[in-house]
C-alpha cells in the first residue's frame, strides 16, 4: 500500500491549505484514515481521522475549527483542510492508513496506523 500526500508549499498566514493522501495498491475505501502533524524533531501528533466510508470524523481538541478532514473513495483520496494558516502550524503533515470497516470507531494513535505517507511540509509565513 502507497500513501502519496501532496498540497503543502509555502502561504502566507491566514490563507488555506489543502492536502491530499492518495492510495494505491489496495482497497481504499477497507481503511480508515488519519492525518497527523510533526514539528522538526518532536513527535508526531494525531490531527484528525476518518472512517472508511466517511460517517465518522473526529479531531484532536486542537485542530478543531480550522481544520477539515474528508475523503473520495472514487479518487482513493483523503483530504484535509486547513483555514486561516498561521505560523504555529508550520510542520510536516503526514496521512496514515488502517484497515477498519467500522464507521464509529476512531484511532487517534500513530500505532493504530499501518501504513505511512511521506509527509508533505507546509509552511507558513508571518
Known amino acids: 500500500v502507497q500513501l502519496v500526500e501532496s498540497g503543502g508549499g509555502l502561504v502566507q498566514t491566514g490563507e488555506s491549505l489543502r492536502l491530499s493522501c492518495e492510495v494505491s495498491g489496495s482497497i481504499f475505501s477497507q481503511y480508515a484514515m488519519g492525518w497527523f502533524r510533526q514539528y522538526s524533531g518532536q513527535e508526531r501528533e494525531f490531527v484528525a481521522t476518518?472512517?472508511?466510508?466517511?460517517?465518522?470524523?473526529y479531531y484532536a481538541d486542537t485542530f478543531k475549527g480550522r481544520f477539515t478532514i474528508s475523503r473520495d473513495n472514487a479518487k482513493n483520496t483523503v483530504y484535509l483542510q486547513i483555514d486561516s494558516l498561521k505560523p504555529e502550524d508550520t510542520a510536516v503533515y503526514y496521512c496514515?492508513?488502517?484497515?477498519?470497516?467500522?464507521?464509529?470507531?476512531?484511532?487517534?494513535?500513530?500505532?493504530?496506523?499501518?501504513?505511512w505517507g511521506q509527509g508533505t511540509q507546509v509552511t507558513v509565513s508571518s
Open positions: 496514515a492508513a488502517r484497515a477498519s470497516y467500522s464507521s464509529t470507531s476512531y484511532y487517534t494513535d500513530d500505532q493504530d496506523y499501518e501504513f
Open positions: 476518518i472512517t472508511w466510508n466517511g460517517r465518522t470524523t
